[in-house]
């Protein structure tokens, strides 16, 4: 019964998320519902999952934050990347991202059943990964990421 509720949000989560579109391609999107507390839940286990792929004190991301007030992520994800020993480059809000200047990365965090799902985007890959809430209302974090390399099947 328990992999039934671990996958069964995850499916819908990728389902939904297949079908959210940021206003431009390159543009991360934060829904204002993403608290604070959430946010220092995804920014964290966003470091540790691109720790791997992108390895620190060697890999500059650059990011295009969402052009939003309202965003909780993006100033606490950076402060967590840079401490991890990334560098960080944001994008130009007319122009997008400049060719050569590091590893783009967008992201996107809404919620959903309750929780919050979110998207990275990266190296052409895409990882996603839904986060349930707990009955005191905190993020739970215990399912893994599903990546998806573009024009690839899934891979985990």
């Given amino acids: 019964m328990k992999p039934f509720r671990v ?51 060697h890999t500059t991301l650059v990011l295009d934050p969402p052009h939003s007030s309202d965003d909780m992520l993006t100033a606490d994800m ?16 007319q122009t997008g991202p400049k060719a050569g200047q590091g590893t783009p990365l967008r992201y996107l965090a809404s919620p959903l059943n309750g929780g919050v799902v979110l998207r990275l985007q990266y190296l052409d890959r895409e990882a996603t990964k839904f986060y349930p809430r707990t009955t005191d209302g905190n993020l739970m974090a215990d399912a893994p990421f599903t990546v998806r390399e573009k024009g690839a099947a899934n891979e985990q």
């Fill in 7 to 57: 996958i069964l949000p995850l499916v819908a989560a990728l389902f939904l998320n297949a079908c959210a579109k940021p206003p431009r391609p390159t543009t991360s999107y934060v829904d204002p519902e993403v608290t604070a507390n959430d946010a220092q839940t995804l920014s964290r286990d966003t470091v540790q999952h691109l720790s791997e792929p992108l390895p620190p004190a």
């Fill in 78 to 93: 950076i402060g967590k990347l840079r401490a991890r020993g990334y560098g960080i480059a944001q994008t130009d809000p």
